[in-house]
């Protein structure tokens, strides 16, 4: 199994970035999709979800509005679209795929596989 992460970069503040994670050695669609961030000296917490049963995707309050994920099982892709970004979303961001019961979503624990992080850096 395959996670491959891209997208992320330096930017300023207000600006966009779009994340993808393109997976290999799994059937894609049968694996709930979630991106998670990890700043220095800080746990990995959180970002978003989307359910392998579809549905409305899930987020961290701190990116509701902000965020949008979106998956295409065709491609094996799962992306992150980030709008107004800030400097407290600095951070190493990782793809996971699992299968976890809706109330461990959010749990990094609930992830077999993980993608190697791609570095989101937001200037102020």
């Known amino acids: 199994v395959q996670l491959q992460a891209c997208g992320g970069g330096l930017v300023q503040a207000g600006d966009s970035l779009r994340l993808s994670c393109t997976a290999s050695?799994?059937?894609?669609?049968?694996?709930?999709w979630a991106w998670f961030r990890q700043a220095p000296g800080k746990e990995r917490e959180f970002v978003s979800a989307?359910?392998?049963?579809?549905?409305?995707?899930y987020y961290a309050d701190s990116e509701k509005g902000r965020f949008t994920i979106s998956r295409d099982n065709a491609k094996k892709t799962v992306s992150l679209q980030m709008d107004s970004l800030k400097p407290e979303d600095t951070a190493v961001y990782y793809c996971a795929a699992g299968t976890p019961v809706l109330s461990y979503m959010r749990e990094t624990t609930a992830y077999k596989h993980w993608g190697q992080g791609t570095q989101v850096t937001v200037s102020s």
């Open positions: 050695g799994l059937t894609f669609s049968q694996y709930d």
């Open positions: 989307i359910r392998r049963s579809g549905g409305r995707p």
